[in-house]
């Protein structure tokens, strides 16, 4: 079994129940006659694998940062990071991982969190207002953040 880590709203993650929608548009069929499309619903649960810590906090950062515009720390407020352990079932429609939940291993406030990663990505990308740090430094901010979250520092 793999670690997957996700961003959720307060509330809405359903663990082994939980089903990810299609670009954000899950029961809406825009398809002509049958249905191919699947009503709009993932093949699984969207997600990064945390076999690469590093790379699944920056691909979440992206996808948020970029594809969902969250790009303040306040645009987290009433979100969590959920860490779940299941199976890889494929991609997701931007190319995320999809996988299947076999049990939550935590659901924590988003705000702290996401702070540390989005100071760390201003350090590295845009460090005029702070001190600017290598990639392989934001790669272990990045793997300590997880392994803070953890508590043990098992993230593989």
Known sequence: MEKFIRLDMKGHWRGKEH??????IAGDCW???ECT???????????YSLKYTADAVENLRAYWM???R?????DYENMQVTIFEGERVGVGSDYEDLATCERTILEVDA???MKKVLDAYEAFKYPYDTEEITEDEYN?????LVSEL???GDHE
Do not use: H
Not at 19 to 24: E, L, P, R, T, Y
Not at 37 to 47: R, T
Not at 140 to 144: G, Q
């Open 19 to 24: 089903c990810s929608s299609f670009q954000g």
């Open 31 to 33: 398809c002509e006659g």
């Open 37 to 47: 499309c699947g009503g709009g619903w993932e093949d699984g649960i969207s997600c």
């Open 66 to 68: 970029g594809i969902a």
């Open 70 to 74: 969250n790009t303040r720390v306040s």
């Open 111 to 113: 705000v702290p969190f």
């Open 140 to 144: 272990s901010i990045l793997e300590k």
């Open 150 to 152: 953890m508590g043990d």
